[in-house]
């Protein structure tokens, strides 16, 4: 079973930064996406970063030059460094893991990100 266990949410103030961190156990399958989605009361989840085990990223327009992902693929651990945080910024952030030898995605239980402005 897989299991997605995040970390590093809470409060700051407008320009501050933070980092989550989200550890994958279980069987999980080299090959792999893992990152962040947000969702901020009342709207849709979406795309915060993604990283393949390749170490190809995504982000949105909305986040790009400010918040930054890595990882560890020997430890199944992916960061997301956040910096220069908006009062928009403020959502519930959940960890993302896809594996082509899934038969589904799996989420963590998600962490609050809030930003003061």
């Known amino acids: 079973q897989v299991q997605l266990v995040e970390s590093g949410g809470g409060l700051v103030q407008a320009g501050g930064s933070l980092r989550l961190s989200c550890a994958a156990s279980?069987?999980?399958?080299?090959?792999?996406?893992m990152g962040w989605y947000r969702q901020a009361p009342g709207k849709q989840r979406e795309l915060v970063a993604t990283m393949t085990s390749g170490g190809n990223t995504n982000y949105p327009d909305s986040v790009k030059g400010r918040f930054t992902i890595s990882r560890d693929n020997a430890k199944n651990t992916v960061y997301l460094q956040m910096s220069s945080l908006k009062p928009e910024d403020t959502a519930v952030y959940y960890c993302?893991?896809?594996?082509?030898?899934?038969?589904?995605?799996?989420w963590g239980q998600g962490t609050q990100v809030t930003v003061s402005s």
């Open positions: 279980g069987s999980i399958f080299s090959i792999n996406t």
């Open positions: 993302y893991l896809k594996m082509s030898t899934a038969a589904r995605n799996y």
